[in-house]
């Protein structure tokens, strides 16, 4: 955004001009990244765990020069937590006075760990995963742009299993097309990504409806041997409880609220009425 050379008045950051293709490629002059893995100082050891103070004194040193494109510069810092106490009072001393065509940006997930000193002179902007509906739109966008067919249960368990995050969410739909087939379908993303289909889902509530001890820790021993994501069947199992007990309780008027496939929405609209809802809500719970 600051440094796009777009007219004012028009949308920033363009992505078409020439600055905005220089930081998509990693190479304009006036944004400077650091990281304790990306160290700009040559006296800063790469290997380093945090941001010791000499970086940020080369870092200080490089905002009081001139820009070279005549305009901005930013620096950004990711993982800016791990700054250690000494550079950030050497950074608190410039961010009471910043140069007037300098941008700071620190990147964080913990941002508790910052001192108040610096927090009180900062904007803070929370950047929050996304909604499965969203990540499921914009995983089907590209999809739709590369001219590759795909069943929409396929999208929605791989938005399912990257928890909200773009970046993850890309990369599952990468590794899905790059392993699987010329299309994407649901049993091939439950393949490659080594999740449970909704058939292991049947047959796992069966058994539990039939009480039968022998059968569910046949299942998961099954599980288990498929190399299958033991932390996202957790959370799946979790998901469809929730979804039997609404459904239990709401019946097909609530089912169009849970934004099922229509297949999911089969199945678990068949297997609600069997369960009793306090069974449903204590193995949900």
């Given at each position: 955004y600051w440094l796009c050379q777009a007219p004012e008045g028009e949308n920033r950051p363009c992505g078409v001009c020439r600055a905005c293709q220089q930081v998509r490629d990693g190479t304009h002059a006036d944004l400077v990244i650091i990281a304790p893995g990306k160290p700009i100082s040559p006296d800063v050891r790469p290997d380093m765990k945090s941001i010791p103070v000499d970086e940020i004194r080369a870092l200080i040193a490089i905002t009081g020069r001139h820009t070279f494109e005549g305009g901005r510069r930013v620096v950004l810092i990711e993982q800016a937590d791990k700054m250690n106490p000494p550079a950030q009072n050497a950074l608190l001393k410039t961010l009471e006075e910043p140069p007037e065509n300098v941008v700071f940006i620190f990147a964080t997930t913990e941002a508790h760990k910052f001192p108040i000193t610096i927090v009180s002179r900062c904007q803070h902007f929370v950047f929050r995963h996304l909604s499965e509906d969203a990540l499921a739109a914009h995983l089907s966008a590209v999809l739709h742009k590369e001219n590759v067919p795909f069943e929409e249960g396929a999208v929605r368990c791989i938005a399912r299993r990257a928890a909200g995050s773009v970046r993850d969410g890309m990369s599952l739909l990468d590794q899905?097309?790059?392993?699987?087939?010329?299309?994407?379908?649901?049993?091939?993303?439950?393949?490659?990504?080594?999740?449970?289909?909704?058939?292991?889902?049947?047959?796992?509530?069966?058994?539990?409806?039939?009480?039968?001890?022998?059968?569910?820790?046949?299942?998961?021993?099954?599980?288990?041997?498929?190399?299958?994501?033991?932390?996202?069947?957790?959370?799946?199992l979790a998901g469809h409880l929730r979804n039997l007990f609404l459904l239990r309780q709401g019946g097909a008027a609530i089912a169009p609220s849970l934004r099922l496939p229509p297949d999911e929405a089969a199945l678990w609209q068949e297997l609600a009425p069997k369960f009793v809802p306090a069974h449903l809500h204590a193995a949900w719970q």
């Open positions: 899905t097309l790059a392993l699987g087939e010329e299309s994407l379908t649901v049993d091939t993303a439950r393949r490659v990504l080594g999740l449970a289909g909704q058939e292991f889902f049947a047959e796992l509530f069966a058994a539990l409806r039939g009480q039968d001890c022998a059968a569910v820790a046949e299942l998961c021993a099954r599980l288990l041997q498929q190399g299958a994501d033991i932390g996202f069947f957790v959370r799946e």
